[in-house]
T-cell receptor, first 109, second 113 residues
Framework: AQRVTQPEKLLSVFKGAPVELKCNYS??????LFWYVQYSRQRLQLLLRHISRESIKGFTADLNKGETSFHLKKPFAQEEDSAMYYC???????????FGKGTLLTVNP | NAGVTQTPKFQVLKTGQSMTLQCAQDMNHEYMSWYRQDPGMGLRLIHYSVGAGITDQGEVPNGYNVSRSTTEDFPLRLLSAAPSQTSVYFC????????????FGEGSRLTVL
């Protein structure tokens, strides 16, 4: 069975500092990885997905199959990045998404 | 496009009462699902459906029922509410398997006294 681990429940950084939200997964096949974000009083939304290899709002994430990780990074955090971030995994022809427990990021002024 | 619409947004129940959380999507997605969100537990899948007439259990299905009579609607029923079901519930639909995006509703906050 697949599992997604986000080791940090809370992460606090200062504006302008780099930020890295960690995500590790366990799955024997080739998964698809995603990051979802929930800003205060907004619905959950897709931030980025591995297959797109794009940068959204300055965030990037690289799939490292050797370390089974998909860490989310941003070189210079902004206050508006404060939110709950969830890493998620999908496999094969399956519709189901398995989520990690989430990391609450706070960017202080 | 309204996307995924959930009702009600807030509900307070007494232990033992039943209720239905409604979910509708207008994107013609085959896949629909219900998650619950609890502090420290993340998002856990309750039930899901891959098309009209097809439903299956997720990670935490006990105490909940679902049905899927149309592509658009996927209601979640609490048969006899318990305090452990106090949570925020999210309905979500997905446009395709594997790489597709999961579209969420705004959430329904349920409190069981």
């Amino acid at each position: 069975a697949q599992r997604v681990t986000q080791p940090e429940k809370l992460l606090s950084v200062f504006k302008g500092a780099p930020v890295e939200l960690k995500c590790n997964y366990s799955y024997s096949g080739s998964p698809e990885l995603f990051w979802y974000v929930q800003y205060s009083r907004q619905r959950l939304q897709l931030l980025l997905r591995h297959i797109s290899r794009e940068s959204i709002k300055g965030f990037t994430a690289d799939l490292n199959k050797g370390e089974t990780s998909f860490h989310l990074k941003k070189p210079f955090a902004q206050e508006e990045d404060s939110a709950m971030y969830y890493c998620a995994l999908s496999r094969g022809s399956n519709y189901k998404l398995t989520f990690g427990k989430g990391t609450l990021l706070t960017v202080n002024p | 496009n309204a996307g995924v619409t959930q009702t009600p947004k807030f509900q307070v129940l007494k232990t033992g009462q039943s209720m239905t959380l409604q979910c509708a999507q207008d994107m013609n997605h085959e896949y629909m699902s219900w998650y619950r969100q609890d502090p420290g537990m993340g998002l856990r899948l309750i039930h899901y459906s891959v098309g009209a007439g097809i439903t299956d259990q997720g990670e935490v299905p006990n105490g909940y029922n679902v049905s899927r009579s149309t592509t658009e609607d996927f209601p979640l029923r609490l048969l006899s509410a318990a305090p452990s079901q106090t949570s925020v519930y999210f309905c979500a639909s997905r446009d395709r398997p594997n790489t597709g995006e999961l579209f969420f509703g705004e959430g329904s906050r349920l409190t069981v006294l």
